[in-house]
């Protein structure tokens, strides 16, 4: 019996060595696991914040890229004033790039064209200010700490952009270097070629406003009467022509190549309307804008939309001129609203090959509102349908102030094309068509029934400088992306 006892407690002291064993274990082993957890936890955090630095200093750059892009984005300042297109080499318009092909942008990593440092309480201000900062949008996830904008290390690029971010405990710092596409201008809101010389047997159907109207050759117009007035008090309004009391324009210019012919002239020996110059050709000369067949043909294979115009008067997608592929002009290049723009769209010619006037087909435009940039290498009917839609859009700074802020809100009702419509043969037109824009013909510009009444053009102002919406001229140069840590 005494040695039972003695077992029996020794086999419970070895029960309870084997319970304390197995707690210790066991409290190891929770001790570890928390551990681990919590360092998971934080490497997670840390994984987090280094991709939120890394996506937060991505889109600096792409604002930055959004400043070059469109002017009209830019900050007030120093900023804007350093991304100003600062050449013009070929007379074309603002350039980044001067006659050698150089960049603007000449500093370097050390000393940048320029630079923003948050870790100036002012320029913090700037950069990540809730209320007012240029990168507020992006606050709720982390801060820009640096901003450098300077020279290229390749030829032939336009700019590096070098953007430090922070999150939590982690910054990163994301460098690009940018190219860019250079467009010449439009420096009028219609220009219209007259290649085949003929001169018109009616009056010219076309009203410009906010811009140049240009016309190759000889002009016909109605009566002194009908031609509007340019002076520096017209009212900035969205009214055409035929609701005002007094036709007047503050920027209208209507340059002639040759003679400007009246179907009536006042009596007595009354000047022509200063509006109009005419005799402008060979010298000095018109102002012409012209945009490269090859260059915007290899832009819309690459950025837009190409298409071969078939003899069936239907686009074919990438020149694939099958039977049910074909689209009509609608399908290709109608939008539903404002805000949906169709980028550059390209129609070539019949035979693919740079427009001469017999291979130039016919496109049928009849879409109810169209936004975009329509380069078509046909003789284009224009028959939009419906009223068109109303856009808000900005006028041309005044004159003798070429800020962004002198720039009027304007209200524009019934606007059937919102972009350029550039053709190289006749424009032929139903109702009273309204744009927003510019148009360039490189035929004449026609009625197309007795029932027309005048293609009516609101110059976009934008487009004086080379700039065009739904065509990137700013990207990330392959290869150049790098993360620095």
Excluded at 149 to 166: Q, W
Excluded at 396 to 421: C, D, F, K, M, Y
Aim: proline share 7%; with cysteine.
């Amino acid at each position: 019996m005494k040695r039972t006892g003695e077992t029996i407690r020794s086999e419970a002291g070895a029960a309870l060595m084997g319970a304390l064993l197995i707690m210790v274990i066991l409290s190891t082993l929770g001790t570890v696991s928390m551990t681990l957890a919590i360092q998971e936890i934080e490497a997670m955090k840390g994984a987090q914040d280094e991709a939120v630095a890394r996506h937060l200093a991505e889109g600096g750059a792409d604002l930055v890229m959004q400043w070059l892009q469109e002017p009209q984005s830019q900050p007030n300042g120093t900023v804007g004033e350093a991304l100003t297109r600062r050449h013009d080499p070929s007379g074309t318009g603002p350039s980044f790039f001067d006659a050698r092909g150089a960049s603007q942008f000449t500093g370097t990593a050390d000393r940048p064209d320029l630079a923003y440092d948050a870790s100036l309480p002012e320029q913090d201000r700037l950069l990540n200010d809730p209320a007012t900062g240029w990168f507020r949008s992006l606050r709720s996830v982390g801060r820009i700490l640096n901003l450098k904008v300077y020279g290229p290390s390749r030829p032939g690029l336009l700019c590096t952009v070098e953007v430090t971010a922070g999150s939590g405990n982690l910054r990163r710092t994301v460098s690009v270097q940018l190219g860019a596409r250079t467009i010449p201008s439009l420096r009028s809101a219609v220009q219209i070629g007259n290649r085949m010389g003929q001169v018109p047997d009616s009056s010219l159907p076309v009203w410009a406003h906010w811009g140049d109207l240009t016309v190759k050759g000889d002009a016909r117009f109605g009566t002194y009467q009908e031609v509007p007035l340019k002076t520096p008090l017209a009212p900035i309004t969205g009214l055409s022509y035929a609701e005002m009391a007094h036709r007047e324009d503050r920027w209208l210019t209507i340059w002639v190549g040759g003679a400007a012919l009246f179907s009536t002239a006042p009596s007595g020996q009354a000047p022509p309307p200063s509006t109009i110059v005419s005799e402008r050709d060979p010298v000095p000369g018109l102002k012409e804008d012209q945009w490269d067949y090859e260059q915007m043909k290899s832009y819309a294979l690459l950025f837009g939309s190409y298409y071969v115009l078939g003899r069936d008067g239907l686009l074919y997608r990438n020149g694939l001129e099958e039977p049910g592929l074909g689209l009509t002009a609608e399908a290709a290049m109608g939008s539903e609203s404002p805000g949906d723009n169709k980028g550059l769209v390209f129609v070539d010619t019949l035979d693919q090959q740079p427009p001469r006037p017999d291979n130039l087909g016919h496109l049928a435009l009849d879409t109810s509102y169209a936004e975009g940039l329509f380069i078509v290498n046909a003789h284009v009917h224009f028959k939009p349908k419906g009223t068109g839609l109303a856009l808000a859009v900005l006028s041309p700074p005044t004159e003798s102030i070429s800020s962004p802020g002198t720039r009027i809100p304007v209200q524009l009702a019934g606007i059937h094309l919102n972009g350029v419509l550039y053709t190289a043969g006749d424009v032929m037109f139903e109702g009273n068509p309204r744009a927003y824009g510019a148009v360039v013909t490189g035929g004449q510009v026609k009625k197309a029934s007795e029932t027309a009444a005048h293609l009516e053009v609101w110059y976009d102002d934008d487009l004086r400088n080379g700039l065009v919406r739904g065509l990137p001229l700013v990207s990330i140069a392959p290869g150049t992306w790098q993360e620095k840590y």
